[in-house]
């Protein structure tokens, strides 16, 4: 079968490789029908992630159709279409039976070999799926493959974010970043919300998260006063930190109200992020950190999309065919696509 | 100045009374420009409030302008468009310093008098409000007088129960009963929700929830099964009972999903209800009950209609003058009317 | 082996049986070192569960030492010393994904087939658990065995009874019913609590609660007035309810204050329970009633007792030979013994 | 009367000043009987607080009886044994209303003007109370004065820290830094742990936290890799971080579990406080600072001293006149006294 493999920094190519197949009881074997380039790709595509196993099949956001499933798996068979969720998750750990799969113990991210124990990723026309009863879920006829792409983990993750947020209904939210994540987070948000705050500085960012429903806010300029304007001079009730930038952390913490919650989906990996506590302590915030949790949450965010709440695709900028994968990583990596879907 | 008095049971009159004045430092004095009848009216309308005082100013959803105010009184001052909350509190009990100003000791309804301590309504052209500080917020600029009633009442009784209902975003919500309160709980649970399913037994009702984002199912069929089929058999993650029913708050226990919640707002007297506690205990369902709390929730309430997230205006089926009072009642109760606003 | 096998209503008989074994590639054998006779036991005892499959072994508070594991079982070996939850759980399920074990899709009771699927307990020198992953968790050296039995099942349940009781530290809680559960719930309660009120009818087992740290109120009397004194007149903040009667989850509706919470252990399987729906909208009470859920909160219950927090072994009136079942039961049915644990 | 005024830095004097009286119609005077030196009284005392007015009376903990009210004072009357909030609130805005007190938007701090509005405090014979509906509350006859001293502070602070520890009965705590907040912490997550941990480097007061229950670690060793290994390698549930200083905040960071809660009550001011995100963000950790509200939490407070659960009063080391005020700053600033309690 076809497979889109990173043999080493920015070396992506899309060889045939042998079918995976079932190994263990739990396992099944998937039909990819869509998969999307994640920001997260990125790192190991710059190599950027010590350790990461050369040849990896990548990807963790993808959809297809069950082709096979071992002995023990009973929640999903043949012929079933199906979301996968990012990463793998025992079930039995102390984290799985608290209903956080996020940090199981032993947890694996799809096509990130090396940093997590070895998995090949969905970017390729088929995928081994461990612990296939709790990893996959089935895709209700109303969502398409596109859409469901999605629950995979960005919109699972901007959904977390929004949970995280301690929000009340009718409260004011600010999301600092409109990448992919944060506009998925303006989605949520804005169910909730009476008033939602975008803040980037790309203006076609911004003109996507003001069709979504928020005030746009231009970084490049006042922010923090704009938003001390838009909620009486009080800051926000939540703000949700979804660029992964020290600049956007920094801010996302003067613009939040006392007692109120910072809420970051952004990767964040500096060792002494410059916080100021004085603020902090003063005003009592909370800084609360999520990665996404597709399995403990993709019910609920497929019930949106089905629900006709919100359309994830509409920030889909390209579609195009796996064999383009390494023209596509190119043109994620400019910045040049938003969000880029291809198709095996 | 005109007011509408209850002389006794249906015995209602708009009467020329004298203007109301300051009495304690922390009262204000409010013009009245808009006001509604809210189906509590209609208990003491009807006789049913065991020692009512005869005489009292009805009226309990009231907007204005404010007119006069005490030297104490420090948030609000003359010219300021406000709303009211239905209930006064004292904001130094034990509840009242919890936020939980529904539950204040020194609680008085406005034209209750008799159940509650004297306190004439606004179903007038003037009406004292006492603790004004508390009792009185700022009308904002991009919400109408007519929006602003169903902040002090209903539409923040709605969002009450929805906010009880421990919904998490996505969540499959049951409002049982489409009556006023429960037509304003749809809107607020369709912010949250990924389904909202609304039960009713009136067709013009149903379509005016369908209108807005539910899935309407009668009440005379067999409404279980409908709810079940649309649940994969689960039940609902919560059900609101906005009916205030015996057979509505029994049907919203069968609705609920184990661990589930029935959030209670339509009114409830039965010393006895007869409740499936068998079902209650095998599915471990939590049944919370609220009055709503304008004062508490007020701010968020008027971020959604202000934010157009939603507007309560689109059920009022009726606009009059105070002078029309008793037929305005006679309208309501008969239900012909499904909403009436009336000004001075 | 021998085994406590009910045959017909009050028809008990400790028989041989042949040994179990490993069907499964999750199950384990256990060896049991100490069980104990639950209140649940005796529905089946006498003759109350429609279905139930006469022949089953009883039993589902239990501790034991692995014997043997399926090849699927990784987190428990042979000479593990374990606690078993008194239900089995999926860990694929809608609620086990979530983190509700007690509301699995697919639970059965130990000891209870035909209530639920086929399972016989361990009221045995040994037993076959489904699931084992899940269903055993390592009993620390610092806990007995004769402690470790109440983890299974009835101090589970009081811990659930407290925190779904929405209490904050400090708060004044009554607890009524003073058998083995309600003990239980003055326990954990007490940690939490600033006050614990006890009501019962027996001295006796108000003695007990008063010695665990509660004040004592005999129910005989006006146990509300004393509630009410005890509490400034304003009723606790949470009432757990531990009885299972119509009685004791009447007064526990009327003990409680506004906004607050009665949280109900107790079994009841009334149809038509007569709630004062009158008093739970004044009041805006939240009723919320739970099962217990061992694998879920078992490490924390474990950690409260080897951290000499609480000794649940303080009411244990009786230690037994499973050879003397028959009267066990006898005992216990009569009340004369509080607890009784029985060792093979 | 006698009062304890700041001159300026370490100037310290006890002067005759004029009696206060009352000036508004919420205000009461209190004739003091126990006040206490709080470690923030260190910050004007040191000169590290800009603007402080110096001649201010100190001291933000006291208790005392009620010599006058006001004619607007309801809830406290002379004679009353009352204690007093570390600070005033309004009971009108924003936050006040959602039950904040500690966030006021006209929050003064006794004896701290300049940083905050002018209002002395109360190391002195009398003190005045402004609002004292809401900053006053009467002291439980069991309660004694010294152990009320608590209460307007420092176990309100601990308090409010272990509520904001997410913490569930039974979790694991770890407290950092074991001064006077950090023990009476050690107090309050006894209640709720199945283990507290309790690290600092002053071997003095980790005797006293052994004494409270605390499993006591030097921080001088290796203090994480106890904490792993007294939590099975993951970390504890939640940690509280009383220390106020870079180090304590950094080990805490690292000392929790996934999911997992830092919980802040020391005293923050670095503008660029060195977070370790990579750790927040794999871990997904949530750090949530606290001031303390004694208006909120005061009641329940009390109930734990009341009710015997813990006491306060175990940390007093001096007991001194008002007079030897001078005396006492020197002692707590060289920690060779943990708390002194005067008395005028």
């Not at 409109?178 to 949520?188: D, E, F």
């Not at 005003?283 to 019930?303: C, M, N, Q």
Request: contains cysteine; hydrophobic residues 45%; proline residues 6%.
């Amino acid at each position: 079968m076809r497979a889109v493999r990173l043999l080493g920094p920015r070396d992506l190519r899309v060889d045939d490789v042998p079918d995976p197949v079932v190994q263990a009881p739990g396992d099944a074997v998937v039909d990819v029908t869509a998969t999307a380039i994640c920001g997260a790709d990125l790192l190991p595509y710059r190599g950027y992630v010590p350790g990461f196993e050369w040849g990896t099949t990548m990807g963790h956001e993808f959809v297809g159709v069950v082709r096979a499933v071992g002995p023990a798996v009973r929640r999903v068979k043949p012929g079933d279409r199906v979301v996968c969720s990012s990463t793998t998750s025992c079930g039995t750990c102390y984290y799985c039976v608290r209903g956080m799969a996020a940090q199981c113990e032993h947890l694996a991210l799809f096509g990130f070999s090396g940093a997590y124990p070895r998995l090949d990723g969905g970017q390729a026309e088929r995928v081994r799926i461990p612990n296939a009863d709790r990893v996959l879920w089935p895709l209700p006829e109303e969502v398409s493959d596109e859409a469901g792409v999605f629950v995979a983990d960005i919109l699972s993750t901007a959904f977390r974010g929004v949970e995280r947020a301690d929000l009340r209904l009718g409260d004011t939210v600010v999301v600092v970043g409109c990448g992919p994540v944060g506009l998925m987070s303006v989605m949520c948000a804005r169910r909730l919300a009476g008033q939602v705050i975008a803040v980037d500085t790309v203006p076609a960012r911004l003109e996507q998260a003001r069709v979504l429903g928020a005030v746009p806010v231009d970084a490049a300029g006042d922010a923090l006063a704009e938003v001390m304007d838009l909620t009486s001079g009080r800051g926000a009730d939540a703000v949700i930190e979804a660029a992964g930038a020290v600049s956007a952390l920094t801010s996302a913490v003067a613009m939040v109200r006392g007692r109120g919650t910072v809420s970051v989906i952004g990767a964040h990996f500096e060792p002494e992020f410059p916080l100021d506590m004085g603020r902090m302590f003063a005003k009592e915030i909370s800084l609360r950190v999520s990665i996404g949790s597709p399995t403990d949450d993709r019910e609920r965010v497929l019930a949106l999309i089905r629900g006709g709440v919100l359309d994830p695709t509409a920030i889909v900028s390209h579609r195009m065919s796996l064999d383009d994968a390494p023209e596509a990583y190119s043109l994620f990596e400019s910045r040049e696509a938003t969000k880029i879907v291809m198709r095996p």
